[in-house]
């Protein structure tokens, strides 16, 4: 056993204090901890080892946040008390493929402010409504919070969610026949944001004809192998060649998500990967032109793209 003296104990706890302090300040400001090179080397090393040289661990810094979390979130459920309460939810796929539920609340304040705080994600097996409804049921118990005490919700427009007999919002009325249904507001704006863009034709054409191309090169795994490879070789040669640095979160690996049209920052992503990944694409797509096994209308297509038709 290692004996710590009471010197060790108050360095240690000066350390924790400091590193709390900068934990602080990143939650507060909504910045990223880690950096992309953290090296000895680099000149940006990311803002938590910038800003604070002790406790670097990530499992330590882990461990710190969820404790933030806790205390965070307790603070909100006792602001909240007894008081009635309206749920936000929305449901995603993670990088790793999946289903998680996003659950905020929205409630007035003893003073009589209006206030909106996310208050967990929990992952669901699947987006039925019955799972859904289990979710948000166990994360409120977990925070002493009942569905009676509900009295408002508020999801997309899907089936699953505002469905008339089978929905998440008919489920919970059962429950607690005063939470009323509102459909999301920020929901009907990427509707109405998408539906003004369709009524331009400019902007109607190139978002069409960016549909054409990925339905070219995202026809089939194999199209997309082609295009992960082509990419990995040009990024090995332009290392190579110094034109780009290798470090930990650099030169990650992209791909051509079809963009969703409640979603409209994927649309800006995926103009974003197209023009970043634009000689790469071009290769592909005169690599399938010159495919004698292809149909005639894909090589039509992928000759027009090739000269240039976006």
Not at 42 to 67: A, H, M, V, Y
Request: hydrophobic share 35%; with cysteine; net charge neutral.
């Amino acid at each position: 056993m290692v004996r710590v003296s009471k010197q060790d104990l108050r360095l240690y706890k000066a350390r924790l204090t400091y590193s709390l302090r900068c934990l602080r300040f990143l939650l507060n400001q909504g910045l990223a901890f880690r950096g992309h090179d953290e090296s000895e080397e680099s000149s940006n090393r990311g803002n938590f080892l910038d800003g604070n040289c002790i406790l670097t661990s990530p499992t330590i810094q882990k461990q710190i946040i969820e404790c933030c979390a806790v205390l965070t979130t307790k603070q909100i459920i006792e602001d909240l008390g007894d008081e009635h309460y309206a749920i936000l939810a929305d449901e995603s796929s993670d990088a790793s493929h999946k289903e998680q539920l996003a659950i905020c609340i929205r409630y007035v304040d003893k003073v009589g402010k209006g206030r909106e705080w996310f208050l967990g994600v929990v992952h669901v097996a699947n987006t039925t409504s019955l799972s859904l409804k289990a979710a948000i049921e166990s994360l409120l118990t977990d925070h002493h919070l009942t569905l009676t005490q509900i009295r408002g919700q508020g999801y997309d427009g899907a089936s699953n969610m505002k469905g008339e007999i089978k929905g998440l919002k008919t489920l919970i009325m059962k429950e607690s026949p005063s939470a009323y249904y509102i459909h999301c507001f920020a929901h009907q704006l990427q509707l109405v944001l998408i539906a003004v863009a369709k009524g331009n034709e400019p902007c109607k054409w190139f978002f069409d004809h960016v549909s054409y191309l990925l339905n070219i090169v995202g026809v089939s795994c194999k199209r997309h192998d082609m295009l992960r490879d082509v990419r990995a070789q040009k990024v090995l040669e332009a290392l190579e060649m110094g034109e780009i640095e290798s470090g930990s979160g650099l030169n990650q690996e992209m791909g051509l998500a079809r963009p969703g049209d409640t979603r409209w920052g994927s649309h800006f992503r995926t103009i974003l990967h197209i023009i970043t990944m634009y000689p790469t694409i071009l290769e592909v797509l005169d690599t399938i032109g010159k495919d004698p096994s292809q149909s005639g209308e894909d090589k039509n297509t992928c000759s027009g793209f090739c000269l240039g038709v976006i």
